[in-house]
């Protein structure tokens, strides 16, 4: 990793998980509610959410299947409409937010067009949002290093291992400057050790940038190792049962994971998932 | 090891039943076999079977039985040539025991494993086109062994004979059918379906109400209005032309229409999530993905426009084109004629698929069909 | 109520949409003629009088809907079935060819897979060929299979029959094909583990899973048998039959014969499609699809 390297110097922004909240913030959400209109009935995917995502922010959304997750990421991205309640997104709505290209969303799949090169995909939202040649080919060159996908411009998807596609695919997410990363159960496709390396990836990128990431997971370790706050949900309907705000150091290596408290946080979120379910059995 | 392969022994009794009826042929005009041909072909069917049985260097084998088995086949078809009709039953015994071995022949071919890359597509080509060549080896030998009537069936050499002397006319028939009426026709045609396919995208009321009649239309006999753009258009190429249009409309309207919603979910709410618009989610995601099936209509496309061209012509034209030229030429009896046509038009349908299909595999090289995936 | 508010309305507004186009079109293309009938008989009708004319022509450019209806219904209902006029007598000339052509077809269709998917050497040497024949206008080859048929005195049904036969046996083959070769390695590794024979794999497992290709490919055979039955009626000199209302129709400029003639064959396109939808249909029930 010629990452590691870079990390340290680029950590100058200066957010211990302490230090969190401070002030701004990017997503708000208040008694938010959505009601899908299916053929056997209402299905109530969001109920009553109350959340506020500061700026810089690492927020892990962990829940079981069918909890809402993805829809609230959807709402954010204004790829669905709530039917109840508010949510502001930069100050703004979320169409608003989604016009002036405030986020960049990374799907559960990769998701890259089979007809375009490596280098093609990742420019795609640049093209698309009017960058010039010459920008894009610096943004390319920037991206490609930060996900490590240096020398694989000209390589079709298809040519690539799963991995390797996810992280082109966040590549093409952080191409252009959107301050806020949705991102859906991005290495959930993945193994174990690919999903590590991605991991501790994913950190620095945070800690070298000043983005705000909202994380979806099914992984109790992935949510405790990145977040600086972890929003626990239930299903049916789908409900926020608990935000833990994380105590541990903004530099995380891997073995943290062995720390008494990481284990203690975990659990709490473990209770936190516990609770939600036996609320409606 | 490998047990008798009933084509091997059926050739060798044919092969004995032959020569117990010798000779193979009457004279009619020309002198028949001469003593040495028809040992020479006994010998090498005779040596074929061997071989085929034996099993030895399987490599080896297959080469020997080939040279064998057609030289052994053009001695036959070769020596009947002016005796047309002369043949008895010894020289079909034979010309079927020589059939037998060339299937054989292909069997081990399949058989082989082939090495390298190269040889494996040499054994892909060669094993159908020795079927085919074994086609024109029977048609030939019995048309003219039988003495079939040649306003039936000609052999296929005096249809290659016709079609290496009148190429001047079968170029023209070609110009006017093809370079004019087709190909006009199959650019306004698709052109005009994929226009209205975009239509019918932007306004979903159009593409509900166009799409079901787009596919019951697809289904009709729409050749039939040919009769009717003659009358309109004339009796040149124009007329021709708009039959075509309206035969590839159809298909390329519902395929594309069909490509359009091809795209997936994800892809759509990643261009959304761009704030595209829905121009340029309609170059950068949407065509990209609809490009197979659009190319499937191109396809099915090139062989409708083709016959659109050719029956059209049957109701009508100036004195020149494939389908001018077919229908007076069955009038006159020249079916030889007939067949050199045909054969120009199935050379310019295979040439015209085979072009679209290369610029379907250079233009959707990414789709898993022709990535092998 | 979801297929009417998606479907009925939105075809029927278009096809609406066509008429009105249908009649203005007829307007204009049989205007030029009609102005020289008038002025050849001398008469000066107003604008409403010279439409209601070009509408009304006995050989128009472009017959008006309600004209080719009137003819169709005319000789469809009104004319006696046996007479040579009749649309249904001669559809049913057309029909039965089509019918007995697509039914050996199919059948030939099917057996020639069967070989193929069983028979490496058939599948090496023939399959490269049914797929490139599908390339050529094999159409072509209509007038001179009609005409050979009548030199050795064989006319009728027989040729016809040949031609749709010959055009429905390649899809059917082809999309056989794709069928029996259909079942997932899955499936076939699981038939492998009960020790089944190829007879039981085949009954059990490839016919199955091949029934959706198959149908689809028959309609696909069926619409190709009409059109090799229309189309081998052109030469024979006009005796019954669809394509021989159309030459007819086309000889003597009855352009209003020929419409009907051409709407006859639709209704049968239709018809013959239909069929094989709803009998593909049910035997996907019978075989337990999802209704
Ligand atoms: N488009 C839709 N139409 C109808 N119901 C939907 C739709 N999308 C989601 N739902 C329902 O909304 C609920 C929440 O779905 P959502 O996809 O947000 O769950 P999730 O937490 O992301 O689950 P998973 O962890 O399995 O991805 C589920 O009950 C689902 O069935
Ligand atoms: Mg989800």
């Not at chain 2, 593409?207 to 787009?214: E, T, V």
């Not at chain 2, 038009?345 to 290369?358: D, E, H, M, N, P």
């Not at chain 3, 046996?82 to 099917?110: E, K, P, Q």
């Not at chain 3, 057996?111 to 206008?137: C, E, F, K, Y």
Request: hydrophobic residues 50%; aromatic residues 10%.
């Amino acid at each position: 990793m010629n990452v590691s390297a870079a990390a340290a110097s680029a950590n100058d922004v200066g957010r211990g998980a302490a230090t969190m909240s401070s002030g701004q913030t990017v997503v708000s959400a208040r008694g938010l509610s959505l009601v899908f209109d299916t053929n056997d009935g209402p299905v109530n995917a969001l109920a009553d959410i109350d959340l506020d995502v500061g700026k810089g922010e690492f927020v892990s959304f962990i829940g079981p299947s069918g909890c809402g997750k993805t829809t609230f990421l959807r709402v954010i991205a204004d790829l669905e409409k709530p039917t109840a309640g508010t949510i502001s997104v930069n100050g703004m709505t979320p169409q608003q937010a989604r016009e002036k290209r405030a986020y960049g969303y990374v799907f559960q799949a990769a998701g890259l067009f089979p007809w375009r090169t490596i280098e093609r995909n990742v420019t795609l939202p640049l093209e698309i949002m009017g960058y010039s040649r010459a920008e894009r080919a610096e943004r390319l060159h920037r991206t490609l290093e930060l996900v490590n996908l240096t020398g694989f411009e000209k390589k079709f998807p298809w040519q690539l291992s799963g991995g390797m596609q996810q992280r082109a695919s966040i590549a093409r997410a952080l191409a252009f400057d959107a301050d806020l990363l949705l991102m859906d159960e991005p290495f959930g496709a993945l193994d174990e050790i690919v999903r590590d390396h991605l991991n501790s990836q994913l950190l620095e990128l945070w800690a070298r940038t000043t983005k705000t990431i909202c994380f979806v997971t099914h992984s109790i370790p992935e949510a405790v190792y990145l977040s600086t706050k972890i929003v626990v949900m239930s299903p049916r309907p789908g409900r926020v049962t608990d935000v833990i705000q994380s105590t541990l150091p903004k530099e995380r290596p891997l073995d943290i994971r062995e720390t008494p408290e990481f284990l203690e946080i975990a659990h709490r979120v473990r209770d936190g998932l516990r609770a939600g379910h036996s609320y409606e059995d | 090891m490998r047990h008798l392969a009933w084509q091997s022994v059926l050739a060798l009794v044919l092969c004995l039943a032959g020569a117990a009826m010798l000779p193979l042929a009457d004279a009619v005009s020309a002198l028949p076999f001469t003593v040495g041909q028809t040992a020479a072909v006994e010998l090498l069917l005779l040596a074929s079977v061997f071989v085929s049985v034996s099993g030895i260097n399987p490599l080896g084998g297959a080469i020997f039985l080939f040279l064998a088995v057609h030289i052994a086949a053009f001695t036959l078809v070769g020596g009947i040539a002016g005796n047309e009709g002369g043949a008895r039953l010894s020289f079909f015994l034979l010309l079927a025991a020589a059939w037998l071995l060339a299937w054989r022949l292909n069997v081990l071919i399949s058989g082989l494993k082939a090495g390298s890359r190269g040889a494996r597509n040499f054994q892909r080509l060669i094993v159908p086109t020795l079927f085919g060549v074994w086609i024109l080896i029977l048609w030939e030998g019995i048309t003219r062994g039988a003495g079939v009537p040649f306003v039936l069936l000609p052999p296929p050499t005096s249809i290659a004979v016709r079609f290496a002397n009148s190429l001047p006319i079968l170029g023209a028939d070609l110009v006017q059918t093809v370079f004019k009426a087709v190909v006009a026709g199959y650019v306004i045609g698709c052109g005009a379906g994929f226009i209205v396919a975009i239509l019918a995208d932007r306004v979903p009321f159009l593409r509900k109400g166009m799409l079901p009649i787009g596919n019951v239309v697809s289904a009709l006999p729409i050749i039939g209005i040919a009769p009717i753009m003659v009358m309109w258009f004339g009796f040149d190429w124009p007329s021709k032309a708009a039959v075509v249009v309206v035969m590839t409309f159809f298909p390329m309207l519902v395929n594309t229409v069909a490509g359009l919603a091809a795209s997936g979910h994800m892809e759509r709410d990643l261009m959304r999530t761009y704030a595209s618009n829905y121009w340029q989610t309609l170059f950068k995601l949407r065509l990209p993905a609809a490009a197979p099936f659009i190319f499937n209509a191109l396809k099915i496309n090139s062989t409708l426009a083709l016959i659109g061209a050719i029956v059209a012509e049957f109701f009508g034209t100036p004195i020149v084109g494939m389908g001018f030229r077919i229908s007076t030429e069955v009038g006159r009896m020249n079916i030889d004629m007939v067949w050199a046509e045909i054969a120009v038009a199935a050379i310019a349908g295979s040439i015209f698929y085979g072009v679209v299909a290369l610029v379907e595999r250079a233009v959707t090289f990414w789709h898993p069909s022709v990535r092998g995936g | 109520m979801d297929s009417f508010r998606d479907k009925i309305v939105p075809v029927s507004v278009i096809v609406a949409a066509i008429l009105v186009v249908w009649y203005v079109a007829a307007i204009f293309m049989n205007a030029p003629y009609q102005r020289e009938l008038n002025a050849r008989a001398h008469v000066t009708p107003d604008l409403g009088a010279f439409i209601g004319q070009t509408w009304a022509q006995r050989k128009p450019t472009l017959p008006a809907p309600h004209q080719i209806a009137e003819n169709f219904f005319k000789n469809t209902f009104l004319v006696k079935i046996t007479s040579r006029r009749s649309l249904v007598y001669n559809s049913w000339v057309t029909l039965s060819s089509t019918m007995a052509g697509f039914a050996s077809g199919t059948l030939l269709g099917i057996l020639i897979a069967v070989g193929i998917v069983h028979v490496p050497v058939l599948d090496r040497s023939l399959m490269p060929w049914i797929i490139a024949s599908q390339t050529i206008p094999i159409l072509a080859i209509a007038p001179m299979v009609v005409v050979v048929f009548a030199a050795i005195g064989i006319t009728g049904l027989i040729p016809k029959a040949l031609i749709s036969t010959y055009l429905s046996f390649f899809p059917v083959a082809v999309g056989m094909v794709k069928g029996l070769r259909s079942p997932d390695i899955l499936h076939l590794d699981l038939m492998h583990t009960y020790n089944a024979s190829k007879v039981q794999a085949f009954w059990k497992l490839r016919v199955p899973a091949s029934m959706p290709f198959l149908f689809t490919s028959m309609k696909v055979a069926v619409a190709a048998s009409l059109v090799g039955a229309i189309v081998a009626e052109l030469p024979t000199g006009a005796v019954a039959g669809i394509g021989a209302k159309l030459l007819a129709g086309s000889y003597y400029s009855q352009t209003i014969d020929m419409w009907s003639a051409l709407v006859a064959g639709s209704v049968v396109a239709v018809l013959l499609v239909a069929t094989v939808g709803v009998v593909g249909r049910f035997v996907e029930l019978r075989m337990g699809a999802r209704p």
